[in-house]
């Protein structure tokens, strides 16, 4: 009788397991033919008369250089005029749209966005707002200020001022500005906001199940936590006002612009360029948060396959932009008896571990296959030797990188 249950249990128990995959694998049937359809079959729409025809304004944060600069050009391409937030380094873009598209209007309102927890800050943000009114059809939130130390103790504080006055003050008290305008232009024409935010959470299914869903980089602890307030804030005010006009939450991969040359090497990068233009045939097809490159999004899928090598990348990715900032930070503000070398840190005997885990060779993608085909090897031994009650042994692996997460906008 004993054995009879025994087997019964056994029975539903191997069910049960079959019944889950065979979910799992429908689920993820679904999501693939969504996806394919998402990133290769949607067409781009008509933006301009969507969002008001001719004479639309658009304002963008940060268009000095990156993705902002990208936006800038690309929408005036599309015929909108463009208001541009940011330092005097955009006066070079505003050139560049009056040569390229001599009918476009611009407008700069310069500003130094890691002051935007003044009162006055955004006074005279108001004051064109106020101006153009309902001809204003769009809004990018696009600014952030990446910075990144180790060890984080030692970041100058100011770092952490700014950071998270660019990355999160900005963004909500804009959208704020903007959204009685989105309101009031219902009647007659749509209007689109876009946030630039982060991947900062990953679906899990298969063998995902075994780890967190949080994506995190360390030695970004400041930026990583004014991107995921953009998530999180963009998210919600998708959910409140989805049906009122269009919003889309970008959470990118690698981005390649001027200022982010570190992560050239990275597996499913994009240039800044096309990166813009897959975001532009977003607007208006998709509401809710995406990737907007399909790249990025097979990231959270590799993640599901291999989730072993997740925390030990997400390291040397953290690592590597690092050490690419405070290089840049120590050539800006050199210290009166001492100057940051290449690779070197604030402590000196830490230099060689960090140097060796950096990216080491340009075949970026063979790098990558290796470093699955070890972790795929390490489970297959961690489960014979657990069958046989031997000790595993582990093949030693390279410290290659793999970018997960990573928003490059800075003004």
């Given at each position: 009788?004993?054995?009879?249950?025994?087997h019964?249990?056994?029975?539903?128990?191997?069910?049960?397991?079959?019944?889950y995959?065979?979910?799992?694998?429908?689920?993820?049937?679904v999501?693939?033919?969504r996806?394919?359809?998402?990133?290769?079959?949607?067409?781009e729409?008509?933006?301009l008369?969507?969002?008001?025809?001719?004479?639309?304004?658009?304002?963008?944060?940060g268009?000095?250089?990156?993705?902002?600069?990208?936006?800038?050009?690309?929408?005036?391409?599309?015929?909108?005029?463009i208001?541009?937030?940011?330092?005097?380094?955009?006066?070079?873009?505003?050139?560049e749209?009056?040569?390229?598209?001599?009918?476009?209007?611009?407008k700069?309102?310069?500003?130094?966005?890691?002051?935007a927890?003044q009162?006055?800050?955004?006074?005279?943000i108001?004051?064109?707002i106020?101006e153009?009114?309902?001809?204003i059809?769009?809004l990018?939130?696009n600014?952030?200020?990446r910075?990144?130390?180790?060890?984080y103790?030692e970041?100058?504080?100011k770092?952490?001022?700014?950071?998270?006055?660019?990355?999160t003050?900005?963004?909500s008290?804009?959208t704020q500005?903007?959204?009685?305008?989105?309101?009031?232009?219902?009647?007659?024409?749509?209007?689109?906001?876009?946030?630039?935010?982060?991947?900062?959470?990953h679906p899990?299914?298969?063998?995902?199940?075994?780890?967190?869903?949080?994506?995190?980089?360390?030695?970004?602890?400041v930026?990583e936590a004014?991107?995921?307030?953009?998530f999180y804030?963009?998210n919600s005010?998708?959910k409140?006002?989805?049906?009122?006009?269009?919003?889309?939450?970008?959470?990118?991969?690698?981005?390649?612009?001027?200022?982010?040359q570190c992560?050239?090497?990275t597996m499913?990068?994009i240039?800044s360029?096309?990166?813009?233009?897959?975001i532009?045939?977003?607007?208006?097809n998709?509401?809710?948060?995406?990737?907007?490159?399909?790249?990025?999004a097979?990231?959270?899928?590799?993640?599901n396959?291999?989730?072993f090598?997740?925390?030990?990348?997400?390291?040397?990715?953290g690592?590597?932009i690092s050490?690419?900032?405070?290089?840049?930070?120590?050539?800006?503000?050199?210290?009166p008896?001492?100057?940051?070398?290449?690779?070197q840190?604030t402590?000196?005997?830490?230099?060689?571990?960090?140097?060796?885990?950096?990216?080491?060779?340009?075949?970026?993608?063979t790098?990558?296959?290796?470093?699955?085909?070890?972790?795929?090897?390490k489970?297959?031994?961690?489960?014979?030797?657990?069958?046989e009650?031997?000790?595993?042994?582990?093949?030693?692996t390279?410290?290659?990188?793999?970018?997960?997460?990573?928003?490059?906008?800075?003004?």
């Amino acid at each position: 009788m004993i054995t009879i249950r025994i087997h019964v249990l056994l029975i539903i128990i191997i069910s049960v397991i079959i019944a889950y995959f065979l979910i799992e694998m429908s689920l993820l049937t679904v999501n693939t033919i969504r996806a394919f359809k998402k990133y290769f079959c949607t067409r781009e729409l008509k933006l301009l008369d969507r969002y008001g025809g001719s004479g639309t304004w658009a304002i963008i944060t940060g268009a000095s250089s990156g993705q902002g600069r990208d936006f800038a050009l690309s929408l005036a391409k599309r015929g909108f005029n463009i208001c541009m937030i940011g330092s005097h380094n955009t006066d070079k873009t505003a050139a560049e749209i009056a040569t390229m598209y001599p009918t476009i209007k611009t407008k700069i309102i310069y500003k130094d966005f890691c002051c935007a927890f003044q009162d006055d800050f955004f006074d005279d943000i108001i004051q064109t707002i106020n101006e153009l009114d309902d001809k204003i059809g769009l809004l990018v939130n696009n600014v952030g200020h990446r910075v990144a130390w180790n060890p984080y103790h030692e970041m100058p504080h100011k770092l952490i001022r700014d950071s998270i006055a660019t990355g999160t003050i900005v963004q909500s008290r804009l959208t704020q500005l903007l959204i009685p305008i989105f309101l009031k232009r219902k009647p007659t024409a749509k209007s689109g906001l876009i946030n630039i935010t982060a991947q900062c959470l990953h679906p899990n299914f298969l063998f995902g199940l075994t780890i967190s869903n949080e994506i995190s980089v360390p030695y970004l602890s400041v930026y990583e936590a004014a991107n995921a307030f953009g998530f999180y804030h963009g998210n919600s005010i998708y959910k409140e006002y989805k049906d009122q006009f269009d919003i889309l939450n970008v959470t990118p991969g690698a981005v390649i612009t001027e200022n982010t040359q570190c992560l050239k090497n990275t597996m499913f990068k994009i240039n800044s360029d096309k990166y813009v233009e897959n975001i532009l045939k977003m607007a208006g097809n998709v509401q809710g948060h995406s990737c907007a490159y399909w790249g990025h999004a097979l990231t959270n899928f590799l993640i599901n396959l291999v989730p072993f090598i997740k925390n030990r990348e997400l390291d040397n990715v953290g690592r590597t932009i690092s050490i690419d900032y405070m290089n840049k930070y120590m050539e800006k503000h050199p210290a009166p008896d001492q100057t940051l070398q290449p690779g070197q840190q604030t402590h000196p005997q830490e230099t060689h571990e960090i140097q060796s885990e950096q990216p080491q060779h340009d075949e970026y993608q063979t790098q990558l296959m290796k470093s699955l085909l070890e972790s795929l090897q390490k489970t297959l031994l961690i489960s014979k030797d657990t069958l046989e009650n031997k000790p595993a042994v582990y093949p030693e692996t390279p410290s290659d990188s793999i970018i997960i997460d990573d928003t490059t906008v800075v003004e």
